[in-house]
C-alpha cells in the first residue's frame, strides 16, 4: 500500500514513515492539503494519513475536498492528531467524511488496523454526494471546531503566563534576597578584613617582641657561657667542658629555631611577585647554596631539565633550597647518595615537580605529619633540624595555588612533590 502522510512538523512525518516502512508500505509525503492534493494529482496513493492543525490547508479541509472530488471520493482517508480530541471534532472528522479518527502517539498495530478497516469499508456514498449535504451545518462545526481550539489555546497561554509570572515575582523577591544577602555578606567580610589586618598587625608587633626578648637572653647566656669556660680555663674537667658545649650548642639552636620561626611568620604576609620563573635557575642556585654541605660527599645527581613556571622567584627558590638540602641531610649514610631532580606535566595547566633520593625513607603511615610545623620523624640526634623547612615549603606552594605531598619507604628513600602553575597561565 502507497501511504500519504501529511504533516506540517517534519519529525513526526518521519516518526509516522518509520512505523509504516517496517510493516513493508511505502510512504510519500506532504507538509499540508495543497501539497497533498498536487501529489495525489500526480502520483497513485492507497490512503491518506493527515494531522489536522496545518497552515494552508488543514485536515479536515483536505478530507472534505477529497470526499467532494469525482475521482478521489472514494480514497480511504484517516485523520490523526493530538490536538482535537473531543467529541464534537469526532464528530466534525464524520461529517467531512473521514474513515477513522486516531489520537496520537498511536501504537503501529492501531494505525495498521484502521488503515486496514479503511480500505475495506464500502462506500455507497457516490462522488460529490459530500457537496449536496448541507454545507452550513458543516461550516458551522467546523468554525466551532476552530473556535474551540482557539479558547484552548487562549487558556494555555493564559496560564503559562501566569506562570511566567509567578516565575518573574519569585526571581525578582529571590534577587532581592540575594542582594540582601550579599551586602550583608559584604559587611561582614569587611568587618572580617579588618580584624584580620589588625591580628597580622599584632601578630608583626609580636614577632617583633620575640625577636627582640628571647635574643637579648640568648646572647646573655652565651656571653656568660664564655665568660664561665675563660675564668674557670683548666680547672674544668672534661665533664665541664661538654656541659658547657651544650649549653652554648642549645643556644645555638634556639637562635636558629626563633630565626626560622619569624621566616615562617613574615612568609605567609610577604607580597608575591608573580612573573615567570626559570626552576632550572633555582635549582643551580639551591645546589650552589648548599656547596659546603655536599663538598666531601658522594652524591650521584640525576637532573631532567625544568621548564618554566609562574610564581615568585624568592619564595620558589626557598623551596628549592628545603627539599634539595634535606635529601642532601637524609642520603648522608648511603654512598653513593642519589638525587633525582625533574618534573612532569599533568595537565595543560598544572606542571609537577619533584625531588627524589635514596635516603632513609619514612613510614608513609606518618606521611601526614611531614609538612606540619615542627613534625619531625627522625631523632635529633641522628639528624639535625627543627622541623620548619618542609612548613615552609607546603606555605609558599599554597601560596602559588598548588599542592605539596610525599611518598616514601623506610630506608628505602623518599620523594617530594609540589605543584605549579604553567608559565603561560596567568
Not at 467529541?87 to 474513515?99: E, I, P, T
Not at 461550516?139 to 516565575?167: F, G, I, M, P, W
Not at 618554566?308 to 627558590?317: E, Y
Not at 639535625?384 to 599542592?403: F, Q, S
Request: glycine content about 6%; hydrophobic content about 40%.
Amino acid at each position: 500500500m502507497n501511504v500519504l502522510i501529511v504533516d506540517d512538523r517534519a519529525i513526526s512525518r518521519e516518526l509516522l514513515r518509520a512505523q509504516l516502512q517496517s510493516e513493508g508500505h511505502a510512504v510519500v509525503e506532504a507538509a499540508n492539503g495543497i501539497e497533498a492534493l498536487e501529489l495525489i494529482e500526480r502520483d497513485h496513493v492507497d490512503a491518506v494519513i493527515s494531522d489536522i492543525l496545518m497552515p494552508e490547508m488543514d485536515g479536515f479541509r483536505l478530507c472534505q475536498k477529497i470526499r467532494n472530488s469525482e475521482t478521489l471520493g472514494r480514497l480511504p482517508f484517516i485523520l490523526y492528531t493530538s490536538t482535537f480530541d473531543s467529541a464534537a471534532d469526532r464528530q466534525l472528522a464524520q461529517s467531512v467524511g473521514a474513515d477513522d479518527y486516531v489520537i496520537r502517539p498511536a501504537a503501529v498495530p492501531i494505525i495498521l488496523n484502521a488503515l486496514r478497516d479503511a480500505a475495506q469499508k464500502p462506500r455507497e456514498i457516490r462522488p460529490g454526494e459530500i457537496a449536496q449535504q448541507d454545507g452550513t451545518y458543516v461550516l458551522k462545526q467546523y468554525s466551532e471546531a476552530l473556535v474551540r481550539k482557539l479558547e484552548e489555546r487562549n487558556l494555555e497561554l493564559q496560564a503559562a503566563h501566569n506562570d511566567l509570572e509567578v516565575s518573574r515575582n519569585e526571581t525578582l523577591r529571590l534577587n532581592r534576597d540575594l542582594d540582601a544577602r550579599v551586602q550583608a555578606r559584604t559587611g561582614e567580610l569587611g568587618i572580617a578584613n579588618q580584624r584580620l589586618k589588625m591580628a597580622n598587625e599584632e601578630l608583626e608587633a609580636f614577632s617583633y617582641t620575640v625577636a627582640h626578648d628571647l635574643r637579648g637572653p640568648l646572647r646573655h647566656i652565651n656571653g656568660y657561657t664564655g665568660q664561665l669556660k675563660e675564668l674557670l680555663g683548666e680547672k674544668l674537667d672534661a665533664e665541664g667542658h661538654r656541659h658547657l658545649v651544650m649549653v652554648s650548642e642549645s643556644v645555638k639552636q634556639m637562635a636558629r629555631l626563633i630565626d626560622d620561626l619569624l621566616a615562617f611568620s613574615s612568609r605567609a604576609r610577604a607580597q608575591m611577585r608573580d612573573t615567570v620563573v626559570d626552576l632550572e635557575s633555582l635549582v643551580e642556585g639551591a645546589i650552589r647554596t648548599l656547596q659546603p654541605d655536599i663538598l666531601a660527599r658522594n652524591i650521584v645527581w640525576k637532573r631532567s631539565r625544568l621548564p618554566t613556571a609562574r610564581g615568585d622567584p624568592a619564595m620558589l627558590s626557598q623551596v628549592f633550597v628545603n627539599l634539595i638540602s634535606n635529601a642532601v641531610k637524609y642520603t648522608r649514610c648511603r654512598d653513593p647518595a642519589q638525587i633525582e631532580i625533574g618534573a612532569r606535566e599533568e595537565s595543560a595547566d598544572e606542571l609537577t615537580v619533584f625531588v627524589r633520593d635514596n635516603g632513609v625513607g619514612f613510614d608513609m603511615r606518618h606521611a601526614n605529619l611531614l609538612f606540619g610545623v615542627f613534625q619531625r620523624l627522625h631523632r635529633a640526634d641522628e639528624f639535625e633540624g627543627i622541623g620548619i623547612g618542609l612548613a615552609n615549603v607546603r606555605r609558599i606552594i599554597t601560596r602559588h595555588g598548588g599542592r605539596t605531598w610525599a611518598a616514601g619507604t623506610v630506608d628505602a628513600g623518599a620523594t617530594f612533590f609540589f605543584t605549579l602553575p604553567h608559565a603561560q597561565n596567568s
